[in-house]
């Protein structure tokens, strides 16, 4: 009797442990269904705030270098989500609720915040980049102030680099570089190498595809890694860009270095500012 009362608790205990797992999991409870849910609770005349399209803003704070795995993500009963809300008749600033979703369905606000949209200050963060201009090799390109910059023709190759901020752990940086290529040196390497040079410079990547580079034609290849290291159980992420455009007869390659997911769109915004100057 009791051999078979001691089986049902242990039977008992593995359900309970079962049941509170999956309500710590709450699978259910998708980023679609908490949103759906905190909207359901706000009230007119307030609304949902619809987002413009979002522009990186260099100044924010960057978060940690490394993203660890944390438990906390995927057991947490239930699920955060933040919506921008604005009430016209309120109030004429929106503010970003954070809210909490939890397994059964219950929303319950944790904070509240004013929210300046990143479309506000997008003219004041470039009014105060500074503009590096090479009459000689015929380009010109903007960066954030704070930015290291610096030119190298140490290896034969007149090479203009933007290196962004370390970061606190691995003192990782990311890096755009400028190559240029004289329209001598694109015959030469033909002649040695039986090929155009611009083949070299997509060899590795993938996702090859046509662009515009102020005007001029050019070609762009992408690779986008992550990984986790089971050992430390962090993530690491690399982006590279590479393009490649002629002009003038004269080669231009342009190197993008990323170890940070969220520089990506920084240095897309710098890269944009890339100009030929003659």
């Known amino acids: 009797m009791k051999k078979g009362f001691a089986q049902i608790i242990i039977v008992g205990l593995i359900f309970l442990i079962s049941l509170i797992s999956i309500a710590a999991w709450a699978p259910w ?17 307030c609304e949902e705030f619809k987002l413009p399209k979002v522009v990186y803003d260099y100044k924010t704070t960057f978060p940690a270098d490394v993203n660890k795995f944390n438990l906390k993500d995927y057991f947490d009963f239930g699920r ?22 939890s397994f059964i369905g219950t929303v319950y606000k944790l904070s509240s915040h004013e929210y300046t949209s990143p479309q506000t200050v997008k003219t004041a963060e470039t ?11 015929g380009f010109q390109i903007s960066y954030p102030s704070d930015f290291k910059v610096y030119e ?21 940086y990311s890096v755009l570089t400028v190559y240029y290529f004289s329209k001598e040196y694109l015959i030469q390497y033909k002649e040695r190498q039986g090929k155009d040079f611009s083949e070299s410079v997509f060899r590795d990547l993938k996702n090859i595809k046509s ?25 690491t992420y690399s982006y590279i860009k590479s393009i490649y455009a002629e002009n003038k007869n004269n080669g231009y390659s342009i190197l993008v270095e990323i170890p940070f997911r969220d520089e990506v769109r920084l240095f897309d915004q710098i890269l944009s500012t890339f ?4």
């Not at 409870?29 to 706000?42: C, E, P």
């Not at 009014?127 to 090799?137: H, M, P």
């Not at 190759?157 to 933007?162: A, L, N, R, S």
């Not at 100009?275 to 003659?278: A, D, H, P, V």
């Open 275 to 278: 100009k030929f100057t003659n």
């Open 80 to 101: 955060q989500t933040t919506i921008v809300i604005s009430c016209p008749s309120l109030s004429k600033t929106p503010t970003a609720d954070t809210y909490f979703v």
């Open 127 to 137: 009014t105060n980049w500074k503009t590096y201009t090479n009459q000689k090799r």
């Open 211 to 235: 662009v515009n580079l102020d005007g001029v034609h050019a070609k762009e290849g992408v690779i986008e890694e992550e990984s986790l290291d089971k050992p430390s159980n962090t993530k």
């Open 29 to 45: 409870v998708t980023d679609n269904f908490a949103k759906q849910k905190v909207l359901s609770t706000i009230k007119p005349p």
């Open 152 to 172: 190298d023709s140490s290896f034969g190759i007149p090479v203009f680099v933007i290196e962004g901020h370390e970061r606190n752990i691995s003192a990782q």
